[in-house]
């Protein structure tokens, strides 16, 4: 987890500790204006702006990840390559039909 | 002419090949990262780049690391499919978790079959007429039945499940599509193949065609399109269509639907995980279309049937079983691979040794089904030869020894006893002339052989009368209501069943309950066993009074429940419906008969055994279909093997053999 915040937050010198963030109703993160912003996205394609490392840290170990790999439809993608091949599929062997009855 | 037409099929195998193994090889990370070798101190490395590297990616490093067992992770989205999702430590071994997804596994999977389907040889074409255009679409409401009776099964690992039909869900839209065009080119291969299927048929125990991750196989599709054809071609049994219809409609009546799940672990592919009134609909349907279809193609086969052919088949395919177990087991690489891509209900063993010293499945998902496959090889080649006067070539030899290996790994004594006894049985049949003689000395084998094994095992009657009851009450939860003894045994441990009839009883299943009283409150005749002492004494010596124990501490069927059954490959309702001490883990009824009274209850059972004994009766004078019948029901006793598609289509195919035998007798005569 740690190598994952560090790719997706940067390095940083604060100590990260969930615990005592997650024991903590009250605890609010501080904006870092030397931190730049960076986008994270849920596995529901919800989106949200953590302005400090602690905040992005504390979000990439809940789960939430900088890539929306969820909004790539895969399914549809291969219902388009499906129908393709079937039409595909029909067409040769009709060709190939008519080929043998001219033949 | 006929080198472009060699070069464009080199081109479509090629495709088609570069397609199935694509997503293993081609779909890893771009090169930012290295893999490194799967060891304790790399796992942190690999969980952290879950959906990173290929498993191609990864082989680079791990291509010979035994150190790792690889598992298709079921939960993996498109993406992920043939990547790496996870990689957890054991005490056994690292287990790396390789991404499969739902859709893609349909159309890969059926791909390989397909092509698997081609290297059947052509024969004279089989005109499907009217069924052309009804398999397809019926392929696809069978899938789309079969996914909504299940759904409880799919929606454990898929987020993506949706079943609703609408133009934007492209998830049951590519499900949909994938089936019908896997069953457009699954007509085009088949008609050129169709009159060569029961020479070829033996593979099935190679190629399971059991899918990744569907509670479907691929064969149980195809049959039911044979089925389907059967239909429409009207060339249905029409008593056992009647049959099927009244029991089948009773089983509908009485039916209670459920939320439960069933795991069917090593039964995927045939066996309902479900309790909805859409699965049970789609079991009862598919088992009669199955049935249907294994005996249409049977049918339709015969004037093309090759015996010679068959038993190379066969001999080839446990062959073939046999090494590809050695070649997994060695591997965890191509275990993996022969685990997707010939559809196996689970993943082959990974070790050469034997487990807990007894049994080596191999690439099988029980050793016991697997064992009674080699014999009947075996078995099959001999008796063909003798009869049909078949010279056994070489090569046979040589095949026939590698299936005693195979079959001696399996550790099925059963399956070789049976066989033993067969031999015997002939040869009293082919020496001995007088039928008043054959019995007598058949009694006088049988009484030396119980003697024996008296004598060698110290054999004890009183024990072994109750130790199936005894099984069958250890497993309820009546024991805490008992009280013990002096030395801290209670009624179960002192097999003191009265005593525990005496008690509530609502802990006890129906089916304990009923033996436990025939056992205690049936008075005695003398010298006459008592049946249950009879059935539980004869379970200890072939191993089985603790599983058929088990089996009736677990059936609890209602009156009309035990006279119909709970319905086709419904073994979920059996085992998840009445609150035992077993209640996980896969624990069979380790009998067909007891798999069969469950399903298809008394009646169906006994419509079955008369069945069996009319056609062995009216064909008595066929020998080699009454011993091959006798030594594959015999094992059908005492193993599990109905529970299997492959098993099952093969005592279809022994069930109709005597067809086969006019027609090879026909062509001799001839």
Same mark, same amino acid.
């Given at each position: 987890?740690?190598?994952?915040?560090?790719?997706?937050?940067?390095?940083?010198?604060?100590?990260?500790?969930?615990?005592?963030?997650?024991?903590?109703?009250?605890?609010?993160?501080?904006?870092?204006? =030397?931190?730049?912003?960076?986008?994270?996205?849920?596995?529901?394609?919800?989106?949200?702006?953590?302005?400090?490392?602690?905040?992005?840290?504390?979000?990439?170990?809940?789960?939430?990840?900088?890539?929306?790999?969820?909004?790539?439809?895969?399914?549809?993608?291969?219902?388009?390559?499906?129908?393709?091949?079937?039409?595909?599929?029909?067409?040769?062997? *009709?060709?190939?039909?008519?080929? =043998?009855?001219?033949? | 002419?006929?080198?472009?037409?060699?070069?464009?099929?080199?081109?479509?195998?090629?495709?088609?090949? $570069?397609?199935?193994?694509?997503?293993?090889?081609?779909?890893?990370?771009?090169?930012?990262?290295?893999?490194?070798?799967?060891?304790?101190?790399?796992?942190?490395?690999?969980?952290?780049?879950?959906?990173?590297?290929?498993?191609?990616?990864?082989?680079?490093?791990?291509?010979?690391?035994?150190?790792?067992?690889?598992?298709?992770?079921?939960?993996?989205?498109?993406?992920?499919?043939?990547?790496?999702?996870?990689?957890?430590?054991?005490?056994?071994?690292?287990?790396?978790?390789?991404?499969?997804?739902?859709?893609?596994?349909?159309?890969?999977?059926?791909?390989?079959?397909?092509?698997?389907?081609?290297?059947?040889?052509?024969? !004279?074409?089989?005109? #499907?007429?009217?069924?052309?255009?009804?398999?397809?679409?019926?392929?696809?409401?069978?899938?789309?039945?079969?996914? =909504?009776?299940?759904?409880?099964?799919?929606?454990?690992?898929?987020?993506? #499940?949706?079943?609703?039909?609408?133009?934007?869900?492209?998830?049951?839209?590519?499900?949909?599509?994938?089936?019908?065009? %896997?069953?457009?080119?699954?007509?085009?291969? %088949?008609?050129?193949?169709?009159?060569?299927?029961?020479?070829?048929?033996? *593979?099935?125990?190679?190629?399971?065609?059991?899918?990744?991750?569907?509670?479907?196989?691929?064969?149980?599709?195809?049959?039911?399109?044979?089925?389907?054809?059967?239909?429409?071609?009207?060339?249905?049994?029409?008593?056992?269509?009647?049959?099927?219809?009244?029991?089948?409609?009773?089983?509908?009546?009485?039916?209670?639907?459920?939320?439960?799940?069933?795991?069917?672990?090593?039964?995927?592919?045939?066996?309902?995980?479900?309790?909805?009134?859409?699965?049970?609909?789609?079991?009862?349907?598919?088992?009669?279309?199955?049935?249907?279809?294994?005996?249409?193609?049977?049918?339709?086969?015969?004037?093309?049937?090759?015996? !010679?052919?068959?038993? *190379?088949?066969?001999?080839?395919?446990?062959?073939?079983?046999?090494?590809?177990?050695?070649?997994?087991?060695?591997?965890?690489?191509?275990?993996?691979?022969?685990?997707?891509?010939?559809?196996?209900?689970?993943?082959?063993?990974?070790?050469?040794?034997?487990?807990?010293?007894?049994?080596?499945?191999?690439?099988?998902?029980?050793?016991?089904?697997?064992?009674?496959?080699?014999?009947?090889?075996?078995?099959?080649?001999?008796?063909?030869?003798?009869?049909?006067?078949?010279?056994?070539?070489?090569?046979?030899?040589?095949?026939?020894?590698?299936?005693?290996?195979?079959?001696?790994?399996?550790?099925?004594?059963?399956?070789?006893?049976?066989?033993?006894? $067969?031999?015997?049985?002939? $040869?009293?049949?082919?020496?001995?002339?007088?039928?008043?003689?054959?019995?007598?000395?058949?009694?006088?084998?049988?009484?030396?052989?119980?003697?024996?094994?008296?004598?060698?095992?110290? #054999? =004890?009657?009183?024990?072994?009368?109750?130790?199936? $009851?005894?099984?069958?009450?250890?497993?309820?939860?009546?024991?805490?209501?008992?009280?013990?003894?002096?030395?801290?045994?209670?009624?179960?441990?002192?097999?003191?069943?009265?005593?525990?009839?005496?008690?509530?009883?609502?802990?006890?299943?129906?089916?304990?309950?009923?033996?436990?009283?025939?056992?205690?409150?049936?008075?005695?005749?003398?010298?006459?066993?008592?049946?249950?002492?009879?059935?539980?004494?004869?379970?200890?010596?072939?191993?089985?009074?603790?599983?058929?124990?088990?089996?009736?501490?677990?059936?609890?069927?209602?009156?009309?429940?035990?006279?119909?059954?709970?319905?086709?490959?419904?073994?979920?309702?059996?085992?998840?419906?009445?609150?035992?001490? %077993?209640?996980?883990?896969?624990?069979?009824?380790?009998?067909?008969?007891?798999?069969?009274?469950?399903?298809?209850?008394?009646?169906?059972?006994?419509?079955?055994?008369?069945?069996?004994?009319?056609?062995?009766?009216?064909?008595?004078?066929?020998?080699?279909?009454?011993?091959?019948?006798?030594?594959?029901?015999?094992?059908?006793?005492?193993?599990?093997?109905?529970? *299997?598609?492959?098993?099952?289509?093969?005592?279809?195919?022994?069930?109709?053999?005597?067809?086969?035998?006019?027609?090879?007798?026909?062509?001799?005569?001839?």
């Amino acid at each position: 987890m740690d190598e994952l915040i560090k790719t997706i937050c940067g390095n940083s010198n604060e100590v990260f500790d969930p615990v005592k963030i997650g024991n903590n109703p009250n605890f609010v993160f501080i904006n870092d204006p =030397n931190f730049e912003t960076i986008i994270l996205y849920d596995a529901d394609a919800n989106i949200i702006n953590v302005n400090s490392w602690l905040e992005c840290a504390n979000y990439v170990n809940g789960g939430w990840s900088n890539e929306l790999i969820d909004l790539f439809n895969g399914e549809k993608y291969l219902f388009i390559m499906t129908i393709l091949g079937i039409v595909s599929y029909s067409v040769i062997k *009709y060709i190939k039909k008519r080929k =043998n009855k001219s033949a | 002419m006929l080198e472009s037409k060699k070069q464009i099929i080199f081109l479509t195998y090629g495709l088609l090949i $570069l397609m199935i193994v694509g997503p293993w090889i081609f779909n890893g990370n771009s090169g930012e990262k290295i893999p490194l070798i799967i060891e304790e101190s790399s796992i942190g490395y690999y969980q952290t780049n879950t959906c990173e590297f290929s498993m191609g990616d990864i082989l680079k490093e791990n291509l010979f690391n035994r150190e790792v067992e690889y598992l298709p992770d079921l939960n993996s989205k498109m993406k992920c499919h043939g990547r790496i999702n996870g990689v957890d430590s054991s005490p056994e071994e690292i287990k790396v978790y390789i991404g499969t997804n739902l859709n893609i596994d349909l159309i890969i999977q059926s791909m390989t079959w397909l092509i698997f389907l081609t290297l059947i040889p052509k024969t !004279k074409k089989k005109n #499907f007429g009217m069924s052309r255009k009804i398999i397809p679409v019926g392929a696809v409401i069978l899938f789309y039945v079969h996914m =909504n009776g299940e759904r409880f099964y799919y929606e454990v690992f898929s987020r993506e #499940f949706d079943l609703a039909l609408s133009i934007n869900n492209f998830f049951i839209l590519s499900i949909m599509a994938s089936t019908f065009f %896997i069953s457009i080119i699954f007509q085009d291969l %088949i008609q050129d193949r169709f009159y060569n299927l029961i020479n070829y048929f033996p *593979y099935i125990f190679l190629i399971i065609g059991a899918y990744n991750s569907y509670n479907l196989n691929f064969f149980l599709l195809i049959l039911s399109i044979f089925g389907i054809v059967a239909i429409i071609e009207r060339k249905v049994n029409i008593k056992f269509t009647s049959i099927y219809v009244c029991l089948s409609s009773i089983v509908l009546i009485t039916f209670e639907g459920s939320n439960k799940l069933f795991d069917v672990d090593k039964l995927k592919g045939f066996s309902n995980s479900s309790e909805t009134i859409s699965s049970i609909v789609f079991w009862i349907v598919a088992f009669y279309l199955i049935t249907s279809g294994i005996v249409f193609v049977i049918n339709e086969n015969l004037p093309h049937i090759d015996l !010679k052919l068959i038993r *190379y088949n066969f001999l080839m395919a446990g062959c073939a079983v046999f090494i590809m177990g050695i070649i997994s087991s060695i591997s965890p690489f191509i275990n993996f691979m022969s685990y997707y891509y010939f559809g196996l209900n689970k993943l082959g063993m990974n070790t050469l040794q034997s487990v807990k010293g007894n049994t080596w499945r191999g690439i099988g998902a029980s050793a016991e089904a697997l064992g009674e496959f080699y014999a009947f090889c075996i078995i099959f080649t001999i008796i063909t030869s003798y009869f049909y006067k078949h010279k056994i070539t070489r090569t046979e030899l040589l095949l026939i020894c590698l299936n005693i290996a195979a079959l001696y790994r399996t550790n099925n004594a059963a399956a070789v006893i049976s066989g033993l006894a $067969l031999g015997v049985l002939y $040869l009293l049949d082919f020496k001995v002339q007088k039928l008043k003689n054959k019995l007598l000395i058949l009694f006088l084998l049988v009484l030396t052989t119980v003697l024996s094994f008296v004598q060698i095992t110290d #054999f =004890n009657y009183e024990y072994a009368s109750r130790s199936l $009851l005894y099984e069958g009450m250890a497993i309820t939860k009546i024991d805490t209501e008992l009280g013990s003894n002096e030395i801290g045994k209670n009624a179960i441990d002192n097999s003191n069943f009265g005593e525990i009839l005496l008690l509530d009883t609502s802990k006890i299943s129906s089916s304990l309950l009923f033996v436990t009283k025939f056992y205690t409150e049936t008075s005695d005749i003398k010298y006459i066993p008592n049946p249950v002492a009879l059935v539980s004494a004869i379970s200890v010596p072939i191993n089985r009074s603790q599983k058929w124990g088990v089996f009736f501490g677990k059936y609890n069927p209602t009156v009309s429940e035990f006279l119909f059954g709970y319905g086709p490959q419904q073994i979920n309702r059996y085992y998840l419906n009445f609150n035992t001490k %077993i209640n996980t883990g896969l624990v069979l009824p380790h009998s067909s008969v007891l798999s069969y009274l469950v399903f298809f209850g008394i009646t169906g059972v006994l419509v079955f055994l008369f069945y069996i004994l009319y056609l062995l009766y009216r064909h008595r004078e066929n020998r080699v279909y009454c011993l091959l019948s006798i030594f594959f029901l015999l094992n059908l006793v005492k193993s599990d093997s109905v529970l *299997y598609l492959q098993s099952f289509t093969l005592m279809v195919f022994v069930v109709n053999f005597y067809k086969i035998n006019k027609v090879v007798k026909g062509d001799k005569d001839e």
